[in-house]
């Protein structure tokens, strides 16, 4: 069955440095997504993109984040300065179509550790 | 900012009864629920979902219910099997506001003992 690739799987890095998440979708999928959850927290909505575009994106979603579909396969999700709150396990995820009544197919996750 | 919540973090039912998780959500414009599952060191997966326009949706062992006057649904899942033992996390979107995010509960670990 075709699955969400995320790597790494663990990535520690040192605050104020720069690390970018990578993410392989589904490769028939059109939409795309990226969730945090921080330890003993909610799943968090981060950003949506579509059409090598953000079609929506959070309040947490800030200037430090950025997301790039660099090739037809590869989807990451850069963060520029790290601060201590970004430590968490980031979820990339994609669909199909662009509305959750499709379901969302989610990778196993990178957790980012910053020190 | 708690618009979905699932107030019991933990359950544990025995293997062969039901078990019933419960979601509230406060946000009028949802209208599309689902339920995901998640095992550790993995991502969430899809398990089962409802329209706002249905009270009930049913695949196989797990079925949603919704109250929209409450606004509450709630997942059973009967007979439970071992390898339910996860945690369970309902989240919603406002799609036809043209809203696609999720918007996820914290989460219930469910312990199902042989």
């Known amino acids: 069955e075709p699955e969400v690739t995320q790597t790494p799987s663990h990535q520690v890095t040192q605050m104020g440095q720069e690390v970018i998440l990578r993410c392989v979708p589904i490769?028939?999928?059109?939409?795309f997504y990226w969730y945090r959850q921080i330890l003993g927290q909610k799943v968090e909505f981060l950003v949506s993109?579509?059409?090598?575009?953000?079609?929506?994106k959070s309040e947490i979603f800030d200037d430090q984040f950025s997301v790039e579909r660099p090739d037809g396969s590869n989807f990451t999700l850069k963060i520029r300065s790290t601060k201590l709150e970004d430590s968490a396990m980031y979820f990339c995820a994609s669909s199909p179509v662009g509305s959750s009544n499709e379901k969302l197919f989610f990778g196993s996750g990178t957790q980012l550790s910053v020190l | 900012d708690q618009q979905v919540k699932q107030n019991s973090p933990s359950l544990s039912v025995q293997e062969g009864r039901i078990s019933i998780l419960n979601c509230d959500y406060t946000?009028?414009?949802?209208?599309?629920f689902l339920w995901y599952k998640k095992y550790p060191a993995e991502g969430p997966t899809f398990l089962i979902s409802?329209?706002?326009?249905?009270d009930k949706n049913e695949d196989g062992r797990f079925t949603v219910f919704l109250n929209k006057s409450a606004k509450h649904l709630s997942l059973h899942i009967v007979p439970s099997q071992p390898g339910d033992s996860a945690v369970y996390f309902c989240?919603?979107?406002?799609?036809?506001?043209?809203?696609?995010?999720?918007?996820f509960g914290t989460g219930t670990r469910l312990t199902i003992i042989p």
């Open positions: 989240a919603a979107s406002a799609t036809n506001f043209g809203n696609e995010k999720l918007t």
């Open positions: 409802i329209s706002s326009i249905k």
């Open positions: 490769s028939n999928h059109l939409y």
């Open positions: 946000n009028s414009m949802f209208d599309y």
């Open positions: 993109f579509y059409n090598n575009e953000i079609s929506e």
